[in-house]
């Protein structure tokens, strides 16, 4: 494929991802994870990014394929996909089972009390999917909700705040920027009666 | 320009802009709905259609229809034959244009 071709096809990819329904999902990720938190029950919070992954493609399938059209990539994007995808729920299950081990342990007060800084750990081991995420799509807007995981990390270091102060507002922020761009995707593009001619 | 190359000769099934926009979108995909073209075409439905036809009738794309959530779906993919075309047609177009003299 030559460049043209190629930056057609970037295109096409980008804006595959431009509907707002992954972004409500992780802004309604960080607020489950930070509410779990917040009532003692962290063990809901790992689980349920894992039933918002299972949901995405039915739920895209739903609501964003009668509007947008269907489209199959090359064997090299969906390769490309497939590794990604096999790479980011590899991490995100790394980060959740060291995260509740570690969790445990301090319960337990097998290890020492944790650090000031670890408080904004979460977030930072949830901005680097975000980032990593943005980069490969080409969607600058989850650079943004990366920077904004990082910066609230920060600040919970700052003032010595408990991790699920940072979530919840992480959270709140994200999901309201992915529902207006669901809002206005759905607007935006009427369902159409048919996929067909 | 050439003795055996001119904007005649180019295939005019091509030569339109808006079955060359499709093309050029079926040829960065492996296959594509009609909603997944008219949204990024930016074409009527009417146009499309008739665009489409045209490109099916020529055997360019391959068209499959099926039943996809419960919608009926017309799925559209580039032919094999459809992609050497489309390579002839900018390999024709290249050399047209490149052996047109610099302006100003």
Wanted: hydrophobic fraction near 55%; charged fraction near 15%; charge should be positive.
């Amino acid at each position: 494929m030559n460049k043209t071709f190629e930056s057609l096809e970037r295109r096409a990819f980008h804006s595959f991802w431009n509907d707002g329904l992954l972004d409500l999902m992780l802004g309604l990720v960080l607020l489950v994870m930070g509410l779990a938190w917040w009532q003692g029950v962290p063990v809901f919070g790992a689980v349920f990014p894992a039933a918002c992954m299972a949901m995405w493609y039915p739920l895209r399938r739903r609501l964003v394929e009668p509007r947008l059209g269907f489209v199959e990539f090359s064997g090299q994007r969906v390769g490309k996909v497939r590794r990604f995808r096999v790479g980011l729920i590899g991490f995100l299950a790394g980060a959740m089972v060291i995260g509740l081990l570690v969790l445990a342990l301090w319960q337990s007060a097998i290890l020492a009390r944790p650090a000031e800084w670890i408080a904004g750990f979460p977030l930072v081991l949830l901005a680097i999917p975000a980032l990593l995420f943005a980069l490969f799509t080409k969607c600058k807007r989850f650079l943004w909700y990366a920077l904004l995981m990082l910066l609230a990390a920060v600040g919970l270091v700052i003032n010595a705040l408990e991790p699920y102060a940072g979530l919840l507002a992480c959270g709140v922020v994200i999901s309201v920027s992915g529902g207006v761009l669901l809002v206005r995707f759905l607007a935006q593009y009427p369902r159409a009666e048919a996929a067909s001619e | 320009m050439s003795a055996e190359e001119s904007p005649a000769d180019l295939d005019r099934l091509l030569h339109e802009p808006a079955r060359l926009q499709a093309l050029v979108q079926l040829a960065v995909v492996s296959r594509a709905d009609f909603t997944w073209l008219l949204q990024q075409t930016g074409m009527s439905r009417g146009n499309l259609s008739v665009q489409m036809s045209k490109l099916a009738e020529a055997g360019v794309v391959k068209v499959e229809k099926r039943f996809h959530n419960n919608r009926p779906q017309t799925l559209y993919q580039l032919t094999s034959h459809g992609r050497a075309a489309l390579q002839q047609y900018k390999e024709s177009m290249q050399r047209i244009l490149n052996a047109l003299p610099d302006q100003g």
